[in-house]
């Protein structure tokens, strides 16, 4: 139950999760749980300003892998295909979330 980060933190950084669970939550509401080998933290990555946009706390023991956001930029260059992968999800994740509301 190690919270990972808050809603409104300053951000430079995403994480993946190489084993375990994590949940991502706004207050009460439960937004979505990030399981092995998913992401979490990407949003603030691709926004202005740099701010998590939820809350993301551990639902079991879980091993992250943190990639800095200047990492991301450069991995970007090399293997743009990932960042349009990491922009995907985020478009599917703002419309589950506008769901919620």
């Known amino acids: 139950w190690e919270i990972l980060f808050h809603k409104w933190d300053e951000s ?6 190489t084993s375990g669970k ?4 706004d207050g009460e509401k439960i937004l979505w749980v990030v399981k092995t080998w998913e992401f979490v933290g990407e949003m603030s990555i691709f926004t ?3 701010l998590r946009s939820a809350s993301v706390k551990a639902l ?5 892998v943190v990639l800095l956001a200047f990492s ?3 991995l ?10 990491i922009r995907e999800v ?5 419309k589950k979330n506008q769901s919620l509301t």
């Open 12 to 17: 430079s950084s995403m994480y993946i999760v």
């Open 48 to 50: 202005e300003p740099k």
């Open 60 to 64: 079991e023991d879980s091993n992250l």
């Open 72 to 74: 991301v930029e450069q």
């Open 22 to 25: 994590l949940e991502v939550f």
């Open 76 to 85: 970007g260059k090399t293997h743009p295909e990932i960042l349009t992968q």
């Open 90 to 94: 985020i478009e599917q994740r703002n």
